[in-house]
Structures are given as structure tokens and as C-alpha cells.
């Protein structure tokens, strides 16, 4: 079935400084992928679509200048978190599918804990 | 994006069956119910998914009521493995890659 690679599977990073998490699909291209946070207790929350070759769409509230995001090729996407604060300490999962898979599922990598100090 | 309703939680015993309810009262023609779940420390994982005929698979089977208004995903045999956060979620048809926006889910514990 359908892989999604996500790494690092961890970080811990200072304050000021940024980090990028990379999300690949392994045996497929994926033609949009999604970005998601996930505060301790909490749900899953959309951040960002992503699609190859364009500009990532942003979901209302999250700053699209703090969170880059690039999809320069079918397989890779990637978001970085830039100025990091504690407060973006967090869960962050992407997400891949190919329209046609669409109704078959969509793909999960398996998460970065990012820990900001 | 339509919405779903689940319980924030359940919980039952090993090798028994889990019957886990979610509404969807404001559902539209198109949309399918997918079934997500969510292990700790980890992405969430697919299920399951229906329009509007029960499914089965070799994780769980899809019951979708008549007026497809709720369904209910069964787990026939639990193991303690099955215990996550179990997401019900709506998504249409798609005429291109569509996001699927997860609510609070039902967090399922597993006695031995």
C-alpha cells in the first residue's frame, strides 16, 4: 500500500532558531499533500494543502510566514517552522493522496514532535 | 464541511465486540463516511470508508444507517491493540484531492 515517510520522527530545538520536517511518498506521487498539528489531548488540525508546483494554501489563523511549506516534486513536501517559540512545540503529521486514491484513503506519515526550548 | 458526532469516549474488553456511534445528521448526497484511528504517538491510520451499503474489510465493518443520517463502525473481536482515537469523518466526492478535517474522535479503551 501507500507509504508516507516522515522525518525527523523528533526535534528539539531552540528558541529563534527554525526547523524543517519532510514528508515523502515512498511508491506513489502525490499531487497534493496536507499538513496537520496536533496539540497534546487535542485533534488533528489542518494547517496547510500543499500541492506540487504551486503555492500551499493556508487554513484561516496559521501564518503562512511562519510555516513554509514546499512541494517542489511529487514525492517531497516539506514544512518548515522558522523563528520557533515554545509555543509551537507540537505533534505536526502530513498527509498524501492521489486524487485517484482519494476514496481509497489518505496516507498519514507517522508524525514529528517538535519541542521548542 | 459537514459535520460528525461522537462520544469522547468508550471502553470495553478484550475479544469483545466494540460498537463505536457516530452522527452526521447534516450529511449531503456525496459525501462518503470515512473511518480514521489514531495509535499514540503516531499519524492516523485508514479504516474504513462508505457511501451508503455496509462494508466490510479485514479491520472492521461499516454500518450505515438507512437515512445515512449515522453509522457505526464495529470492531467484531477488540484487542488491546485496537485501543486509539477513532476519527468519523465526511468527505465528498471528489473532483480533486479534497482535506478531511478531524474532529474531536472517540477515544477507545481496551480492558484485558
Known amino acids: 500500500g501507500a507509504v508516507v515517510s516522515q522525518h525527523p520522527s523528533w526535534v528539539i530545538c531552540k528558541s529563534g532558531t527554525s526547523v524543517k520536517i519532510e514528508c515523502r511518498s515512498l511508491d506513489f506521487q502525490a499531487t497534493t499533500m496536507f499538513w496537520y498539528r496536533q496539540f497534546p489531548k487535542q485533534s488533528l488540525m489542518l494547517m496547510a494543502t500543499s500541492n506540487e508546483g504551486s503555492k500551499a494554501t493556508y487554513e484561516q489563523g496559521v501564518e503562512k510566514d511562519k510555516f513554509l511549506i514546499n512541494h517542489a516534486s511529487l514525492t517531497l513536501s516539506t514544512l518548515t517552522v522558522t523563528s520557533a517559540h515554545p509555543e509551537d512545540s507540537s505533534f505536526y503529521i502530513c498527509?498524501?493522496?492521489?486524487?485517484?486514491?482519494?476514496?481509497?484513503?489518505?496516507?498519514f506519515g507517522s508524525g514529528t514532535r517538535l519541542t521548542v526550548v | 464541511d459537514a459535520k460528525t458526532t461522537q462520544p469522547n469516549s468508550m471502553e470495553s474488553n478484550e475479544e469483545e465486540p466494540v460498537h463505536l456511534p457516530c452522527n452526521h445528521s447534516?450529511?449531503?448526497?456525496?459525501?462518503?463516511i470515512h473511518w480514521y484511528r489514531q495509535l499514540p504517538s503516531q499519524g492516523p491510520e485508514y479504516v474504513i470508508h462508505g457511501l451508503t451499503s455496509n462494508v466490510n474489510n479485514r479491520m472492521a465493518s461499516l454500518a450505515i444507517a438507512e437515512d445515512r443520517k449515522s453509522s457505526t463502525l464495529i470492531l467484531h473481536r477488540a484487542t488491546l491493540r485496537d485501543a486509539a482515537v477513532y476519527y468519523c469523518i465526511l468527505s465528498s466526492v471528489p473532483a480533486e484531492v479534497q482535506k478531511l478535517v478531524f474532529g474531536q474522535g472517540t477515544r477507545l479503551t481496551i480492558n484485558p
Open positions: 498527509s498524501a493522496s492521489l486524487t485517484e486514491q482519494t476514496l481509497y484513503g489518505y496516507t
Open positions: 447534516t450529511i449531503s448526497g456525496t459525501d462518503y
